[in-house]
């Protein structure tokens, strides 16, 4: 729930003033089997970037099923290939976990080094 907890604290208005970005890992777009649940009523309030990196697979929100909700204004979202809510790829496509967890830590490093 650390995803979701830091956008509903950056869409507060009382929020931290050196509250500057979001990085979130996995975000819980819907619980598993409910894509209809959304989670993201909140992303309208948040006026900070966010970086969103999420597993092609994740069973909290699949690139088909995110590719329909609305994303909070100044976010990007970063796809890992083949990855389920853990980033783990499964062995026939080529991935590997080590290599998303890699790509992971290089957008995350690259997005806060521009704030």
């Known amino acids: 729930m650390g995803g979701r907890m830091a956008t509903m604290l950056a869409a507060e208005q009382d929020r931290p003033d050196d509250l500057v970005s979001v990085v979130t890992l996995g975000y819980p777009f819907h619980p598993p089997g409910k894509p209809e649940k959304t989670r ?3 992303f309208a309030a948040i006026d ?13 929100g699949t690139e088909s099923e995110v590719s329909k909700y609305p994303l909070p204004a100044n976010s ?27 790509i992971a830590a290089d957008k995350v490093a690259g997005f806060l080094d521009s704030y």
């Open 48 to 60: 900070r970037p966010v970086l969103m990196l999420q597993g092609m697979r994740d069973p909290f």
């Open 40 to 42: 993201t009523d909140h």
């Open 76 to 102: 990007t979202l970063f796809w890992l290939p083949d990855g389920d809510h853990d980033f783990k790829p499964r062995k026939a496509s080529g991935s590997t976990h080590e290599g998303n967890l890699s």
